[in-house]
Each structure stands twice: as C-alpha cells, then as structure tokens.
C-alpha cells in the first residue's frame, strides 16, 4: 500500500518492551526464560517477558485489527526482536512497504509498572530503531498521519518526523499523541519543547493528564487542552480509570467515563485507546475535526471500549466491541 485517502501513516518507534512477571521458578527452568531478577528464598523469581512494543507501533496494530487500512514508517533491525516485530505487525494487516530496515538491534524498553502507571527504562543507543527517512511526499497520499512518542524526541529519527508532521499538517489530518516519556537518556528540555511543537502543528491532540502537565507544568491540563482546542484542534484528554473528555474545536467539551472492567495490564491502553480515536474518526467523522458535543461523546465511547478490550489482558492487541 503506497497510501489510500481512507488509510493511515504511522510514524514513529517499534520496539520491544521487557515486562516484569512474578512467577515461581527453579533455577534451571529460569534460565529459559526472557530474562530474570532477584527472587527470594520460597522460589518466587521476577521474570521478565519479551512483547513488541512502542506507541507507534501499537496504535498501527490496533488501527489494522479495526479494519482501517495503516501502513508503518518507522525502522526494524536485522535481529531476532526486530522478526518478532515485523511478524506482529504484518499479522494484523499493517503494511510495511515505507519502513527502512537498517542492519543494526532493536531498542529496549524495560517497563516498570506502578501504582499510578507505567514508567520506562530505555536502551536506545546504536539502535536500528530510529534510523528512518522523513516521509514528506508519501504523507500526502494518506487521510490522516500519526506521530508521536519516542521517535519526535530522539534523533535521527525527530526530525523526519517533524518534517514529515509539517508537511502532513497541509495536506492531511495531522493527529498528535505525545505520550512523553522521562529517561536518563533523554533530555527533557529538548524533548519537551519537540512535543509542544508537534502539538500546535496537529489538527488532533490525544494526550494524557500526565503527559500535559509534563509538556505544560504552569497550566491545568483541561486549560491547556482548552487552550489547544480554541485554536481549531479537536483535543482528547484522557484519564486513565477516570475517563476521558473531548474539546472540540472552539472550546465545548463532553467527557465519558471509562469501561468499568477488571483490569489486569494498563500497558498499551492509552495506544488502543488512540487507535479507537483515529478508527472512528476514519469510520464516522470521515477525518473531520469539527465535531459536535454529541459526536465527540460518541467518538470517546468507541475508544474507550477499545482500551477495554486491552487491559482486561496481559497483551496490548485490541478488539473491536460488537456493536459500533
């Protein structure tokens, strides 16, 4: 697919994400596993599990199981992770005609869940991951470009991303996800001023409270948001358990509250969640940001039965509700 007025270009980072797990493990059986830790005398080891990841990357997986034609511009290795990532993502339907392919490893994200969320511990240096071109022509041919994530703050890979976002934003609908992420090999001041910028070139703005009080720390996140949605952008500001709400362009706003189910892995909702926005948008909004209250309440309560669908699981691959 070199790109479809109804289809989607995802830009950005695919990588792996090293999950802790608390098992019981013998020492030989542990040495089987992805990876171990530390483990007291009962037997009880915290293992590590191997699952492919990245914002990006995920949100591509998700569009392509909601039926929405996706491709992925973003790089894969030559090591065994980066097949791991290429099989997931072509399984789900995701073309990967415009992602490069450098002989180098793929990056790692160890995941150190929280009791208020998820943070992460990277190794990104020397990686295959964030060695992709700009993709400014080929943005032009698709009704909507994601980006966000790793790939807008970590070099080479910011700025093909911006050059691509820039042009996106004049031929297409530019949707932006910031999901900011802190680690010693980032520099926030950079990083942050990168993802601001990629905000107010958007046409789309999903974000979490976490990530704008990172990008905006002076500012109450429904002010910002506010603030973002008075300028013509359609602004999606989610809340983990507590739900989401949607500022249309020129201020109004409608809040829905999130699918109450048993949670078992909150990693990967935010991207489901993001996936069920642009899936509806492409569906229902024919990628129009201007949306009445009522459209964008029925917009936020597609996405989050689709965040649903992922942390009622140990996995991050969504599922489309029954009824739409």
């Known amino acids: 697919m070199t790109g479809r007025a109804d289809g989607v270009l995802v830009l950005g980072e695919a990588l792996i994400d090293l999950v802790p797990v608390t098992g019981c493990a013998t020492d030989e059986s542990a040495g089987a596993g992805a990876g171990s830790g530390s483990h007291s005398g009962s037997g009880e080891r915290e293992l590590e599990r191997a699952q492919p990841g990245g914002a990006p990357a995920n949100v591509a997986v998700g569009l392509a199981r909601l039926g929405r034609p996706v491709s992925f511009a973003g790089a894969l290795g030559s090591d065994g992770f980066a097949r791991a990532i290429e099989r997931r993502l072509t399984d789900a339907g995701v073309d990967?005609?415009?992602?490069?392919?450098?002989?180098?490893?793929?990056?790692?994200?160890?995941?150190?869940?929280?009791p208020t969320g998820n943070g992460y511990h990277f190794h990104l240096e020397s990686t295959a991951t964030f060695q992709f071109p700009p993709r400014e022509a080929e943005s032009t041919h698709f009704g909507a470009v994601y980006a966000g994530g790793l790939a807008a703050v970590v070099e080479p890979a910011a700025g093909a991303v911006a050059a691509t976002a820039r042009m996106a934003a004049r031929h297409s609908l530019l949707v932006v996800d910031p999901n900011v992420r802190e680690d010693r090999t980032i520099d926030p001041a950079r990083g942050h001023q990168l993802l601001r910028e990629l905000c107010e070139l958007a046409h789309v703005v999903k974000a979490s409270d976490e990530d704008l009080r990172r990008l905006w720390p002076d500012t109450d996140p429904d002010h910002s948001c506010r603030k973002l949605a008075e300028e013509g952008r359609l602004v999606v500001l989610t809340r983990g358990d507590r739900g989401a709400t949607a500022f249309?362009?020129?201020?109004?706003?409608?809040?829905?509250?999130?699918?109450?189910?048993?949670?078992?892995?909150?990693?990967?909702?935010?991207?489901?969640?993001?996936?069920?926005?642009?899936?509806?948008?492409?569906?229902?909004?024919g990628w129009q940001r201007e949306l009445s209250p009522?459209?964008?309440?029925?917009?936020?309560?597609?996405?989050?039965?689709?965040?649903?669908?992922?942390?009622?699981?140990?996995?991050?691959?969504?599922?489309?509700?029954a009824q739409v």
């Open 248 to 285: 249309v362009p020129g201020g109004a706003s409608v809040s829905a509250p999130a699918v109450a189910v048993e949670v078992v892995n909150t990693i990967g909702a935010g991207d489901a969640f993001m996936a069920g926005v642009l899936a509806w948008l492409g569906t229902e909004g």
């Open 294 to 321: 009522d459209r964008a309440g029925a917009m936020l309560d597609f996405a989050s039965q689709i965040a649903a669908s992922v942390v009622t699981q140990t996995g991050t691959e969504p599922t489309a509700p």
């Open 96 to 114: 990967l005609s415009l992602c490069a392919r450098p002989r180098l490893p793929t990056a790692l994200a160890v995941a150190d869940p929280g």
